[in-house]
C-alpha cells in the first residue's frame, strides 16, 4: 500500500517561498512509469494540478505555474519537495501530493492535505 504524507509549514508570508515535502512509502518514486504532482486547492475553489516530477526525474508544471514552482526529489529519502516563490495570499490553498501512472493525470493515492496560508 503506497502513503504519502505532505509536510512543511501552515503559514508562510507574503512574497516568501513556500516549500513542501511529500515522504512517500510503500513504493519508491523511481518506479516506472509512476508520475507525482504537487496539486492544491483555494478555499471554495476546484483542484488545480501544479506539477510533477516523472519516475525518471523529468519534470512538468502547469503553465500558469511555471515561472514560480520548482519540483526536486531526494532518491534516497524517497521524498519530493515543491517550492513556489513569491507566493501572495492567493495560493493560500490545501495542497496535495500524489501518483499518477504514465502522466495519465489520473491519481490513484493522494497524501492528506497540507493547509498553507499565505499571510503577514
Known amino acids: 500500500q503506497v502513503q504519502l504524507q505532505e509536510s512543511g509549514p501552515g503559514l508562510v508570508k507574503p512574497s516568501q517561498t513556500l516549500s513542501l515535502t511529500c515522504t512517500v512509502s510503500?513504493?519508491?518514486?523511481?518506479?516506472?512509469?509512476?508520475?507525482w504532482s504537487w496539486i492544491r486547492q483555494p478555499p471554495g475553489k476546484g483542484l488545480e494540478w501544479m506539477g510533477a516530477?516523472?519516475?525518471?526525474?523529468?519534470?512538468y508544471y502547469s503553465p500558469s505555474l511555471k515561472s514560480r514552482t520548482s519540483i526536486s526529489r531526494d532518491t534516497s529519502k524517497n521524498q519530493f519537495t515543491l517550492q513556489l516563490s513569491s507566493v501572495t495570499p492567493e495560493d493560500t490553498a490545501v495542497y496535495y501530493c500524489?501518483?499518477?501512472?504514465?502522466?495519465?493525470?489520473?491519481?490513484?493515492?493522494w497524501g492528506q492535505g497540507t493547509q498553507v496560508t499565505v499571510s503577514s
Open positions: 500524489a501518483r499518477d501512472y504514465s502522466g495519465s493525470y489520473y491519481w490513484d493515492y
Open positions: 516530477i516523472a519516475y525518471s526525474g523529468s519534470t
Open positions: 510503500g513504493g519508491s518514486i523511481t518506479t516506472n512509469y509512476y508520475y
